[in-house]
């Protein structure tokens, strides 16, 4: 009988120890499961923000109609506005992001009697210079200052740096 309730003994506790080990790959398998369910989901929200964030940045994009048809344009209506001291109208040239710290930098040059310097550098820039993005959406200009541009999908040119 001692031999029968030591082989039951064994039984038992080998029988709990394959039962913790199945919960122990379960549990496991559980929070990996939950992990990349949460993962899953993130990157869902992420996606989701994005797209909110695109549309949103397409629509103030839309409604943006300061710019020029041409490059060429926008920056004579750059040039024109700053000419005219219009500091808040030159900003808005410039692609939405960069326009109040635009108007802050004209304001400065301003303040600084920097404007003319500017206007003459600006005056000597020649389009024929540039060229265009394989998209066509991007236009550069390097000589003698480096001066980009960016196609709206409104059909506007802006500027994103001069």
Same mark, same amino acid.
Do not use: C, H
């Given at each position: =009988? ?45 996606? +989701?923000?994005? %797209?909110?964030?695109?549309? +949103?940045?397409?629509? /103030?994009? =839309? ?19 700053? +000419? ?39 005056? +000597?820039?020649?389009? /024929? ?7 066509? %959406? ?22 994103? /740096?001069?």
């Amino acid at each position: =009988m001692k031999i029968s309730n030591y082989l039951k003994f064994i039984a038992g506790f080998l029988g709990v120890i394959v039962v913790v080990f199945v919960l122990y790959i379960g549990g496991i398998w559980a929070v990996r499961a939950y992990q990349q369910w949460q993962g899953e989901k993130a990157v869902q929200k992420t996606v +989701e923000n994005l %797209k909110k964030f695109e549309a +949103e940045d397409y629509a /103030k994009a =839309m409604a943006d109609t300061y710019g020029g048809k041409t490059p060429q344009e926008t920056l004579q209506m750059y040039i024109s506005a700053v +000419e005219k001291g219009d500091y808040e109208l030159a900003s808005k040239y410039f692609i939405g992001d960069k326009q109040e710290e635009k108007l802050k930098i004209l304001i400065k040059t301003k303040k600084n009697n920097n404007i003319d310097f500017l206007l003459n550098i600006l005056r +000597e820039i020649n389009i /024929k210079n540039g060229y265009y993005s394989t998209d066509k %959406k991007i236009f550069t200009i390097e000589k003698p200052i480096f001066v980009e541009f960016i196609l709206y999908p409104n059909n506007v040119w802006k500027l994103i /740096k001069i």
